[in-house]
């Protein structure tokens, strides 16, 4: 049950859910939520393979294969959280000019 | 079933099902709630993949900071009770819950058909007392600490000036007049 392919596995379905998220939602702050989702789940396909290769580190000659992974996985949740201050200072902004959050409103180049 | 199992399955039901409330509520606060039971499923994952600390930033970064964030926004955006009644409709979402289900399969049989044979065995032979290159334990603040310092000093000192420039903007984009 706790294997590498059921991480993988775990890690596509909550991917593929932040992305039915994002392509079916029209609240801005929902579909960042989603956003939200996919990067936890890169970040859980990054761990699960820091971890399978921890005891490869002699076999495939990197000294610190399982590490790096892991701090993949640090950055990617360091950029997510400036990505999550800018989105929501954009929301803002947008909330503030336009009333509202819904992306069915944001149509004036369309228009 | 082993505990490690257990815990597994128990992790995976949890995200799996808080992942799919917080995107199918239609009240956002909602949505912003049900991600709480979700980082914290991720985070008891990621005690399990050895990764103690990435799980401890996991926690108070998300779980902490960006769920705060979130409802605070929510809040101080004041929605009116028409935008609470948020239905899908942008693809229909049929459509993009069908396109979502797709996308999971195909991941689902690549990550089978991708994982080899060494890091099947390698992930299942790890132990709780692995000793990284380091010389401390697999995952620890110690073990990471060297590799962050050293080969990741370059991306480390990017993603600071990338944090301060993103805060930066924030405040500036927040601001009533610029």
Redesign the interface.
Known sequence: ?????????????????????V?????V??M???V??ML?AV??VF???????????P?TLQ??A???G??C???V??????????G??????L??NRQ?????EMRTLQQ | MTFADAVFALCAAVCTVSAVAAVSRRNPVYSVVYMLPFFVGMTMLFVLLQAPFVAAVQMIIYGGAILVLFLFVLMLINLKPEELRDVFEGLPWALAAFAAAALAGVLAVFSRAGVSEEQRTAFKSATAAVTSAAGAEFGSVASLGGPLFKQFLVPFELVSVLIVVAILGAVLLSKKRV
């Open positions: 049950m706790f294997s590498l392919s059921n991480c993988l596995i775990l890690a596509g379905i909550i991917f593929a859910t932040g992305a039915w998220g392509l079916a939602r029209r609240n702050l929902v960042l939520i989603s939200e989702l936890n970040n859980l761990v699960s393979f820091a971890r399978a290769h921890t005891n490869m580190a076999q000294p610190q399982g590490e790096s892991q701090l996985a640090l950055f949740i360091a950029i997510a959280a400036a990505e999550a201050a800018v929501l200072a954009i929301v803002i902004a909330f503030r509202t959050v819904d992306t069915r």
